[in-house]
């Protein structure tokens, strides 16, 4: 007797740490594949350390950290995203998958990846466009070139980033700001508009190797398949 009911505790055991390990991979899975979506690079993610099963059967989970591959977020090359999530509740309604408590994101943007996303992404400029230095002193960015340089100083506006040309040299004869300012704020606002969920730029600083960024948002709605096709499995 004692064999067969440790034979069966074994068993159940096993059944419920390969059920556990199922569930969260399919959950890695399908929030990964969301997140991939909507920046348009490969994401990975990771649940906490409370038992997913739990999670699972309440229908509420927490502390949910998700990276991206750093290639690009959208347009942007070299752009990197950390975010944390807690407090999601899933309830699939005919208007939303659920709520979200809390969303903390932090965005890096290499210089080289700057440099590499204006000579995609932006006409003119990006042609003339061989090299971007940061100057964390002055909150600045330098987008250098054989012909002159375009300082620009990030900023949070209106729930999303900008670059404020500040100052010129040389290529004000070819470019002047009049031209330069208005393919910048283009770029920025297709960068971060239209984000799921009321996500928003909070905070923006220039570092020795690129510029860091917070997006946040509370108290959200899961938007559903209908809304998003990005969140169409979630």
Not at 84 to 104: E, F, H, I, M, Y
Not at 191 to 199: E, F, H, R, W, Y
Request: with cysteine.
């Amino acid at each position: 007797m004692v064999l067969v009911l440790v034979i069966v505790v074994a068993v159940a055991i096993a059944g419920l740490v390969g059920t556990e390990l199922y569930v969260r991979h399919r959950a890695d899975t399908v929030v990964a594949n969301a997140v991939s979506c909507v920046v348009q690079d490969t994401a990975s993610v990771s649940f906490g350390a409370r038992p997913f099963l739990l999670q699972h059967l309440s229908g509420t989970y927490s502390d949910i950290s998700v990276q991206t591959a750093g290639n690009q977020i959208r347009q942007a090359k070299g752009m990197k995203l950390d975010l944390r999530l807690d407090d999601v509740t899933v309830r699939k309604t005919a208007d939303s998958a659920g709520t979200l408590g809390a969303l903390d994101a932090t965005i890096t943007w290499s210089s080289d990846g700057i440099k590499q996303t204006v000579q995609d992404a932006i006409p003119f400029l990006g042609s003339l466009v061989s090299n971007v230095t940061t100057s964390p002193s002055n909150g600045t960015i330098e987008l250098q070139g054989g012909l002159g340089s375009v300082t620009a100083k990030p900023a949070v506006s209106n729930g999303g980033l900008t670059l404020e040309v500040t100052n010129l040299t040389g290529l004000g004869f070819m470019l002047p700001r009049e031209t330069i300012q208005p393919a910048l704020d283009a770029f920025m606002m297709a960068l971060t508009k239209n984000l799921p969920m009321g996500i928003h730029a909070d905070s923006v600083a220039v570092t020795d190797s690129g510029v860091t960024a917070k997006f946040v948002t509370r108290n959200a709605t899961i938007p559903n398949g209908q809304q998003d096709p990005c969140f169409a499995g979630v």
